[in-house]
């Protein structure tokens, strides 16, 4: 059975894409997926029950082309409060998750053999709908400590003409850094000044541990250079395949008038009629802070346990919020045969060149610690340091 580690099912007992078992003793950090146990059964029963209980059968027919209007008025409320910034329902295009937003960017905004600047590293599978999928030229961009490098961005426009820039600028998938303000303003006017839109990937954005991070791109849709993604794939569950875009009201109309939305009506109308009573009874903001307090206790035992067990052999971050810790190893450490070798031990990995655009970033590698309780995260972790034991120090 073949999958990828970001899109795991229940019942998958190998994924080639990380040569990891996937049976009960295996723990695989490259699943970027929240714990199955922390999902909101209850809550979406709740939700459920409620609005089929109101009677009418509109939730069950085509959706309005933009979206449900009372989800949106509902969305853009939870936005304001979490954003901290004035958020209009009429820039809100609803969608069936973050990935289908950015593939309707692609089919709406671009042509195959078009330019796009793309962070190094970056989501490892938005780099295959842009490069694979949409056979777009993507050129990568250096990244530092602190996210997207604005001087390497400008020296790239000296010699591409890019229609778009993707970015994860908060809590960043793979790395988990976060683009300060001030780089983002200065993006901000290299995207007006050489006229290219910024695909903002803001998915972890309201997923801190702490002090909340700069304001959001979605904060500039009327700029009419920002396509700012956001989806409940990670504040509430990634099964309900539902996630926006928010731009300016000229191209949330593109959107709306996509042949897609024309045939097919608004997309995902039934789940996003759910999920807004969830949103409108307060059921959303009090999970998003459950998640936050699991969230935050794991990255606790990650960090922990990565210094008990890899310590100097690899250096990382500790992430302020996301999914992701990602660790840069000796430049003599493939991960890629890492990972090989860690199959043995049951563990796994999402090695640095799947998160590459060009398959650089070999001595580099990604760790979720959403998907695995405490005592999961310390025992791989645990079974992670026995690997690089062994992997430089052969019998």
């Given at each position: 059975?073949?999958?990828?580690?970001?899109?795991?099912?229940?019942?998958?007992?190998?994924?080639?894409?990380?040569?990891?078992?996937?049976?009960?003793?295996?723990?695989?950090?490259?699943?970027?997926?929240?714990?199955?146990?922390?999902?909101?059964?209850?809550?979406?029963?709740?939700?459920?029950?409620?609005?089929?209980?109101?009677?009418?059968?509109?939730?069950?027919?085509?959706?309005?082309?933009?979206?449900?209007?009372?989800?949106?008025?509902?969305?853009?409320?939870?936005?304001?409060?979490?954003?901290?910034?004035a958020v209009d329902p009429q820039q809100l295009m609803i969608t069936a998750g973050a990935s289908q937003a950015l593939n309707l960017v692609c089919t709406l905004f671009t042509r195959p053999g078009d330019t796009v600047f793309v962070e190094e590293p970056s989501y490892f599978l938005a780099l295959?709908?842009?490069?694979?999928?949409?056979?777009?030229?993507?050129?990568?961009?250096?990244?530092?400590?602190?996210?997207?490098?604005?001087?390497?961005?400008a020296d790239a426009l000296t010699r591409h003409r890019p229609v778009l820039l993707y970015t994860i600028p908060t809590y960043q998938n793979p790395t988990g850094r976060t683009l300060p303000h001030n780089r983002r303003q200065q993006l901000l006017a290299l995207a007006e000044e050489h006229e290219?839109?910024?695909?903002?990937?803001?998915?972890?954005?309201?997923?801190?541990?702490?002090?909340?991070?700069?304001?959001?791109?979605?904060?500039?849709?009327?700029?009419?250079?920002?396509?700012?993604?956001?989806?409940?794939?990670?504040?509430?569950?990634?099964?309900?395949?539902?996630?926006?875009?928010?731009?300016?009201?000229?191209?949330?109309?593109?959107?709306?008038?996509?042949?897609?939305?024309?045939?097919?009506?608004?997309?995902?109308?039934?789940?996003?009629?759910?999920?807004?009573?969830?949103?409108?009874?307060?059921?959303?903001?009090?999970?998003?802070?459950?998640?936050?307090?699991?969230?935050?206790?794991?990255?606790?035992?990650?960090?922990?346990?990565?210094?008990?067990?890899?310590?100097?052999?690899?250096?990382?971050?500790?992430?302020?919020?996301?999914?992701?810790?990602?660790?840069?190893?000796?430049?003599?450490?493939?991960?890629?045969?890492?990972?090989?070798?860690?199959?043995?031990?049951?563990?796994?990995?999402?090695?640095?060149?799947?998160?590459?655009?060009?398959?650089?970033?070999?001595?580099?590698?990604?760790?979720?610690?959403?998907?695995?309780?405490?005592?999961?995260?310390?025992?791989?972790?645990?079974?992670?340091?026995?690997?690089?034991?062994?992997?430089?120090?052969?019998?």
């Amino acid at each position: 059975m073949t999958t990828n580690p970001d899109q795991q099912g229940s019942t998958a007992m190998y994924d080639r894409s990380t040569q990891v078992d996937r049976s009960a003793d295996s723990i695989n950090f490259g699943i970027g997926q929240p714990d199955f146990a922390l999902l909101p059964h209850a809550l979406m029963s709740e939700v459920a029950a409620e609005r089929f209980a109101e009677g009418d059968t509109e939730l069950l027919n085509y959706g309005f082309p933009q979206g449900d209007g009372r989800f949106r008025w509902a969305l853009a409320e939870f936005l304001r409060r979490g954003y901290r910034a004035a958020v209009d329902p009429q820039q809100l295009m609803i969608t069936a998750g973050a990935s289908q937003a950015l593939n309707l960017v692609c089919t709406l905004f671009t042509r195959p053999g078009d330019t796009v600047f793309v962070e190094e590293p970056s989501y490892f599978l938005a780099l295959r709908i842009l490069q694979e999928d949409h056979r777009l030229n993507a050129v990568p961009i250096p990244t530092d400590e602190h996210g997207l490098s604005l001087p390497a961005v400008a020296d790239a426009l000296t010699r591409h003409r890019p229609v778009l820039l993707y970015t994860i600028p908060t809590y960043q998938n793979p790395t988990g850094r976060t683009l300060p303000h001030n780089r983002r303003q200065q993006l901000l006017a290299l995207a007006e000044e050489h006229e290219f839109l910024i695909v903002a990937d803001e998915v972890y954005h309201l997923l801190d541990f702490g002090s909340p991070p700069p304001p959001p791109f979605a904060a500039h849709a009327d700029s009419g250079r920002v396509l700012s993604l956001g989806s409940f794939s990670k504040i509430l569950a990634p099964g309900l395949r539902l996630g926006w875009v928010q731009t300016s009201a000229q191209l949330t109309r593109q959107f709306a008038a996509s042949g897609l939305v024309d045939s097919g009506g608004g997309l995902n109308h039934f789940t996003s009629n759910l999920v807004r009573v969830a949103l409108e009874g307060g059921g959303q903001k009090d999970y998003l802070e459950e998640l936050r307090r699991a969230y935050r206790q794991r990255v606790e035992a990650m960090d922990a346990a990565l210094h008990k067990h890899i310590g100097d052999r690899a250096t990382w971050t500790v992430p302020a919020g996301g999914f992701f810790f990602w660790l840069t190893c000796a430049d003599n450490i493939d991960t890629t045969a890492l990972l090989d070798a860690a199959a043995g031990a049951k563990v796994g990995f999402l090695p640095g060149p799947r998160c590459s655009s060009v398959g650089g970033l070999d001595h580099c590698l990604r760790l979720c610690f959403a998907h695995y309780s405490i005592p999961e995260i310390e025992e791989g972790i645990r079974r992670l340091g026995q690997v690089f034991d062994t992997f430089q120090n052969p019998p």
